[in-house]
């Protein structure tokens, strides 16, 4: 399989574990908003302000065709919703402002489309406690992808801050997990996840199709 890294700020080592699809996918990840927004039109898909319950520790939660589920965490592996205000992420995000997926523990996060996508991206919260793993999935839980962001810092500013992670797929991407380190200490997390939307000609085929759909219905209809 073929990984790659585009860094804005500064050099990144990325690697990839497991077996390849017998598709060979091709992973690019990305660690700033800006090199990810240029390589993908993506819409947000989730930021967790619906999410029915929050700062609660739940074995997983499902929203908007994606089930996360948690790999570790204690008393049970979970994950775990945080509103704004919380001031225990990493040392340079200060108090957030957003709502977070994390865990009540360690963070060890496993996020399954049901829908799959070829682009990803998110905003990450990193806590600087030690490596952090950013794996990708596709067809049948194959790896197709895998990085490290090495100390638990922020790749793209050396921080533990609030930054940003995103990777493109030649394949269909099934899901990604989220894995780092003393998340139990500091929390680490994610949020704001955006998607590729469907292209412009992928729209209008399926437009072509619905309508040709309802055509052949009506005249059914007039014919019965």
Known sequence: MKVSCV??????????????????????????????????????????????????????????????????????????????????????????????????????????????????GFNAFFNGLGDGTLTVFGAGSSVIGTFTFLGGFDPATGLADKGYLGFTSTAPIYGFEWDTTLGGELNTGFTNISVNVPEPITLSLFGAGLAGAVAMRRRKKKTG
């Not at 800006?34 to 319950?53: H, I, K, M, V, Y």
């Open 7 to 120: 860094s804005g700020l500064v050099a990144i080592t990325a690697f990839a574990l497991g077996i390849a699809s017998p598709a060979q996918a091709g992973v690019t990840f990305y660690d700033t908003q800006a090199t990810f927004n240029g390589a993908a039109t993506t819409a947000l898909l989730e930021d967790f302000s619906t999410a029915p319950t929050k700062d609660a520790a739940l074995a997983s939660l499902i929203l908007h065709g994606v089930t996360y589920t948690g790999l570790a965490g204690s008393p049970f592996p979970n994950v775990f919703v945080t509103s704004p205000g919380y001031s225990n992420y990493g040392a340079a995000v200060g108090t957030t402002t957003d709502y977070i997926l994390a865990a009540n523990g360690d963070e060890n996060i496993l996020a399954s489309f049901s829908t799959p996508y070829n682009a990803v």
